[in-house]
Each structure stands twice: as C-alpha cells, then as structure tokens.
C-alpha cells in the first residue's frame, strides 16, 4: 500500500534545500499541531496553497531542516509517511 503523506524533497548546488508536503500530509500535520509543539513550529514555516505546502531551509535557523521534518514525521505517521527524493 502506497503512502498516502508525501514529502518531495530536491536539493540544488548552492541552494537551500526545500520540500513540497501532499495536501495529505499537510492536513495531518494542523491536526498535529493542536498537541505537538514541533508540528505547530513547522505549520508556522510552511508557505501554503491548495495543493500542498513549500518548506524551504534557512541557515540562519539551524535547527529547521529537511531531515529534521523527515525525522519527526516518520515518528507520528510510520508507514503512511514517505519521503521522495533525498
């Protein structure tokens, strides 16, 4: 069964790298946010639209990473959650 919370990630020489949440995944993450800090935190982060969201990383707020979303997302949705690209 595919996942169905999505993340695409893409990384460019000497550019920030940025990831594109699923309008799945973005929906789970504000219910998230009602009980996790760190879900609140990114929901704060994202530029939204309708079909999903855009999280670009700034290296002035170190602790705000790509990988650090990956991370915390495979924490609270395991195997509906799949990260695309790397």
Request: with cysteine.
């Amino acid at each position: 069964m595919p996942a169905t919370l999505r993340m695409e990630t893409r990384r460019r020489f000497g550019a920030s790298a940025q990831a594109r949440l699923n309008r799945e995944l973005l929906g789970s993450l504000k219910d998230s946010a009602a009980s996790c800090e760190t879900c609140l935190g990114i929901v704060k982060d994202l530029e939204t639209d309708a079909e999903g969201a855009d999280f670009t990383e700034a290296p002035s707020f170190p602790g705000s990473t790509v990988d650090r979303l990956d991370a915390h997302f495979r924490y609270h949705w395991k195997e509906a959650y799949e990260r695309v690209g790397k």
